[in-house]
């Protein structure tokens, strides 16, 4: 419930409230209406009040047949007139007085002046008549008294008369009064039923509202729901194509870097004036800089995509350690610090850790404390942490500048490098704190640090590591290690980048093995199925058929060829496809770029020894930039040898003949495109030699041709043939033409 | 005497059926004392010409109940003592001052659903006649 919805509800729940109290007292009300109409009623019959105006009519009724026997009596003239029949209806007069002469008849008669002397009468004509024809009467009846007793009768005549008058018109108000009493009644019961029915229906539309709120909350939720899960899928699918452009862009930029660092490692192996050397050092210094980077930001994406797995195993950790005060002391020196290595006696030597990673937090930690340590000393401590076996304490303290505690509640957080100041004169991307705790979580532990500014500052990590055995002796060999078996080797390189090619191809050479190049994977299994070789260099990222696939069909070959090292070369280093490539059969991984002593030593691994260091060609060029391009005449120099580039350009000069008649012949008879894909494909074959005229120039034709009412083609032709003429001569008297060598022919 | 009493027209047929249901329990000998009721109408059962005739002493040996019941005529609750024709009030003979000697009285206080002008009406006095229809 949002919190503008309550006032609203709680709104909502008095009105109910003061409903549902209303229709309860309208409902009490109707019953007490209802109640009140029964008792009216049931009253009346109970004791029939209504039949007072019937006895008194009785009442009268008896009275005139009494005086009508009286009289009978006294005209028969009997000698004894108190009868049998005469005491029938005196005795019944006498009942009929019953009715109307008690409590209640004189409750309801009251008003009626007649009733009380009336009655009196009555009673006194009783008392009178019952000495003569009572239950025991005192005194016979004789015609004198029955005369008597008949006048007095007489005289009740006129009273009882008015009285059954008087008690009909009673009769008649009373039921007046209760019918309208009953209307009355009737009317406040309608008008509760109505008020009733009203309440009923606001109840209802209360009810209503409320429900039709609640359907309606409840399909906005539905609907966030659905929004928020859609908003996750986008998110999540974002994350991954963010992932796969940095997998991509990693492949991008290592591939380059692939090159420049293996070119600067073979520019180191030849002969450098002083001032070359500090360049190239330089050169290479910044080179290995923007790589730390670059896979400090791929180790982020790998984090955040939880792509990155700590793999834990039996490490010698004095040996680390002592690698890692190898390295750091290096560092530490060149600024002037002393660096402390400390290890305690109870902290065992073989743990339980993925080496690779906690060198990484702990070269992290070094170097930023002697990134900001001016001067002074940095302390690497390794301890049992509170005297607990299997948790290890390494302590990183420094006598550096320090932190301020705003400082370090940001410290870790990524980009976040001190202050701004700090920042331009320490430089670095600020993600190494970031990617250290994160490894440090990953690894079950965690980073805190303490300082104080000028005061230096302390990292220190607690890392669950527990005690191992050291592992039985030449368990971790691996496969086809025999170093007394070193000997060149026979290397199938699948790789599709001619540059990449070039480069592996002068590296093998100068390491004294023997390279067979296949473009793509399909080459590559029909060149193990052909022929024998030692390992596979397998590019994972390769047109027709991708490096997965080809190291599965090579596994797939007959023995002893499918069993053949396979070794995946690439520069996406994540975790994925290293999975992947195991699983399609593949025996290590190469991360691009694959430098010089990387290969050798992966080489030797599998048999191969090193031929030693090979003398570069030397060589020297100059003017003609317009014409040819200098850089990838170099670069084909320097990683083929000169002599291959010249055979390749030989062969090119004594082809265009054949292709300048061709194209000749397209462009006399109009057929344009024909004229445009001979002139591309003497363009293909000019960029990859570096004939940047040539180039040039076939583009032109190519163009023109492509424009179907375009221009003459003649002198564009005539051009192109200048500029292929001026470009031969050119490399003739660059000297790259006429040296022919004998030299294994590049596919 | 009997043709002093009071007749009353009265429909009882719901009431005379269980009434005469019991007859036959009793040999319908000739009245020998004064005759307070005579039933009339289709009697496979007559001791008198006008159908069967009653007198003190078989009412008597009738299946009795008493019971106490309000009605409009008394101020108190009083006592009759009946099969379905009361002829005892407060366990005494009804003279006819009293609306006796017999008087149809139904039990209003113990059967609530009685107590309605029709009923109060069906409650005769100085009964003397049935007549079955």
Known sequence: MTPNSRPEGSAHRIWLALIGLSLALALLGTAYVQWRQYELLDGSAQYQNDALGWSFFQLETEHLRLRNEMQRALNDGAAAPASAELQLRYDIFVSRLGPVDHDRAVQIMGTQSVYAPAMSLARHFVRNADRYIGDTPAAPLTAPRLRELLAELDTLSVPLHDLSLGASHLLYERVTQRNEAVRLQSKRGIALTVFQCVLLLIFAFVVLSQFRTLLQRRQRLETLAERLSAARLEAESASRAKSVFLANMSHEIRTPFHGLLGMMSLLQETPLSTQQSGYLHTAKESANHLLAILNDILDISKLESGNLHVVPEPVDLARLVREVDALMRVQARSKGLALHVTMDTEVPRWVRADATRLKQILFNLLSNAVKFTPSGHVHLKVELADKEPGQLLFSVIDTGIGMDEETQARVFQRFVQGDDTTSRR?????????????????????????????????????????????????????????????????????????????????????????????????????????????????????????????ARAIRALPLPRGAIPIVALTADAFQDSQELARQAGMDEMLTKPAHLPQLRDLLARYGGASAGPVAAAAHSGDAGGDIVDRATVEQFHASLSPQKYALLLASFFESHGATMSRLRDSVTSGERSATRDQAHALKGAALSLGLRAVVEHSELLRRAAADAPGPALAPLLDTLERQLLITRDLCQSLGWLPAVAPGRTVR | MTALFRSRRLALCWTLAAFLASLPAFALDAPTGKVLLTVSGELRLRNAPEGAAFDMAMLEKLPQRSFSTRTPWYPQARKFTDLLLAYLLDDKPMPVREKGPLVLMFPFDTQPELRSAINYGRAAWQLKQLELR
């Open chain 1, 426 to 550: 320490h430089g670095g991307a600020g993600l190494g704190l970031e990617i250290s705790r994160s490894l440090a979580r990953l690894m079950g532990g965690d980073i805190t640090v303490s300082s104080a500014l000028g005061e230096g500052s302390g990292f220190r990590v607690n890392l669950p590591l527990p005690e191992v055995e050291p592992p039985a002796q030449g368990a971790a060999a691996t496969p086809g290690a025999d170093s007394t078996r070193a000997r060149a080797l026979q290397v199938l390189v699948a790789e599709d980048h001619p540059v990449n090619r070039a480069y592996l191809e002068a590296v093998l050479d100068k390491l004294g093995h023997a390279a067979v190049f296949a473009e793509n994977g399909e080459e590559a299994v029909r060149a193990v199925q052909a022929q024998d070789f030692d390992i596979v260099l397998m590019d994972l990222h390769m047109p027709v058929m991708d490096g997965f696939a080809a």
